[in-house]
């Protein structure tokens, strides 16, 4: 079953616009990532906050976390070309090493 | 360091046949984890490995689905008889295994059944 659900599930930006994708999740957890996946690739980890931190920075990535709601939010600044690629949140759930994935937000980011 | 390596890249095989897909983690690496990714069902958590010991096979949809791994260099997902809707790219996965440490995952096997 799906622990996080990314919203919304594609969004189409302008080049230099900023990107905003949001994850719920249901249980109790460790921790929270975020993972972007090019067409036709693997995963490749982003950013990795933890359930005690409430945001974390990382060049142009900007992620919140608010356990209370069970929610996450991944922002991009400065979009470019390159950031097109399908983005997603991932949860280890309390107690346990599991990584769960949502079903990520498709990003396309037009020149 | 290569990474997580996966094979075969694709394999297209007939309904009934077994498949075997191979992974080998990042050296070092104690947790392994395989996952299945669909358009329709996202990327699902099949099993995971910490030690070379399966801790989580809950994802494994049925009993056709097997996966071992026999030291901390190699672990394989067999099929057996596969079936069309197995048709998926599956994903091989490693971490430290320490808790609250990054997946690098495989390039993936793309399967197709026919």
């Known amino acids: 079953s799906q622990q996080g659900e990314e919203d919304p599930q594609a969004l189409s930006i302008q080049e230099g616009e900023n990107a905003t994708m949001n994850c719920s999740y249901k249980t109790s957890i460790n921790n929270l990532q975020w993972y972007r996946q090019n067409s036709g690739r693997g995963l490749v980890h982003l950013i990795l906050?933890?359930?005690?931190?409430r945001e974390k920075h990382s060049g142009r990535l900007r992620v919140t976390l608010d356990t209370s709601k069970k929610s996450s939010s991944l922002l991009i600044t400065a979009s470019r070309a390159a950031d097109t690629a399908s983005y997603f949140c991932?949860?280890?759930?309390?107690?346990?090493?599991?990584?769960?994935f949502g079903k990520g937000t498709k990003l396309t980011v037009n020149p | 360091d290569a990474g997580v390596i996966q094979s075969p890249r694709h394999e297209v095989t007939e309904m009934g046949q077994e498949v075997t897909l191979r992974c080998k983690p990042i050296s070092g690496h104690n947790s392994l984890f395989w996952y299945r990714q669909t358009m329709m069902r996202g990327l699902e958590l099949l099993i995971y490995f910490n030690n070379n010991v399966p801790i989580d096979d809950s994802g494994m949809p049925e009993d056709r689905f097997s996966a071992k791994m026999p030291n901390a260099s190699f672990s394989t997902l067999k099929i057996q008889p596969s079936e069309p809707r197995d048709s998926a790219v599956y994903f091989c996965?490693?971490?430290?295994?320490?808790?609250?440490?990054?997946?690098?995952f495989g390039q993936g096997t793309r399967l197709t059944v026919v």
């Open positions: 991932a949860t280890e759930p309390l107690g346990s090493e599991k990584l769960v």
């Open positions: 996965a490693s971490s430290r295994g320490t808790g609250g440490t990054e997946a690098f």
């Open positions: 906050i933890r359930s005690n931190e």
